[in-house]
């Protein structure tokens, strides 16, 4: 007996060992269809390979365009936020402006308001004392002046009037500090001056033909005084 194997299509099963020349065709037959399964096999893996790496190709290309779509969405929220930072900006700007506006055209008709390098000064038409002042000018939304270079001081002499400034040692015997709080730095003393002691804690301008021109004085002497407003740094 012969025993005859049919693979796929072909079947395996006993037959008798006897000759017969269609069971060899078949037998023929099912050995040449083997042939081209297994000539066919490279063909097909790389069928399935080329069909892995175009899945992957694909699956990388849309990563990148999430990627691209992503970063783009933040540029344009990052512009956008920039954007309303500028408007935020200009709007301020816009609001101060129109506020300088407002002071300058209050202070214009209020009459005995002077102009100079960023600050309106007011030159108080009554004599009080230097707490009496101050209270004044904070009152016209301003300070006791406070002088901070040459050229104001020189600015203040020209109103040839004596008059308080916004410099007290009135906290600590000694230590001058100007309204806001600022120690004093640069100082125009008369010769001799200050002198008073603990009497004496408040600063005025006592004349005129000089620059240095302060003297310190009780704090309850009335004397006219000098307001600033600060428009600009």
Known sequence: MEMVYHEEDCVYENIPDVPDPARRVESKICSDEERKVTAAEPGIKRSRLAAVVLGLLCVIQAAVIIFLLLSLFSERDEFKRTNFDVEAGFKNLTQERDDLKRKLNSFLTQGRWEYFSGSFYHISSIEKTWKESRDDCILKGANLVIINSKEEQDFLRKFQKLMW????????????????????????????????????????????????????????APLYSICEMKVRP
């Open 165 to 220: 400034i916004g410099l007290t040692d009135s906290e600590t015997e000694g230590t001058w500090k100007w309204v806001d709080g600022t120690p004093l730095n640069e100082s125009y003393w008369d010769s001799g001056e200050p002198n008073g002691g603990e009497k004496e804690n408040c600063v005025k301008i006592k004349k005129f033909d000089s620059e240095k021109s302060w003297n310190d004085l009780r704090c309850t």
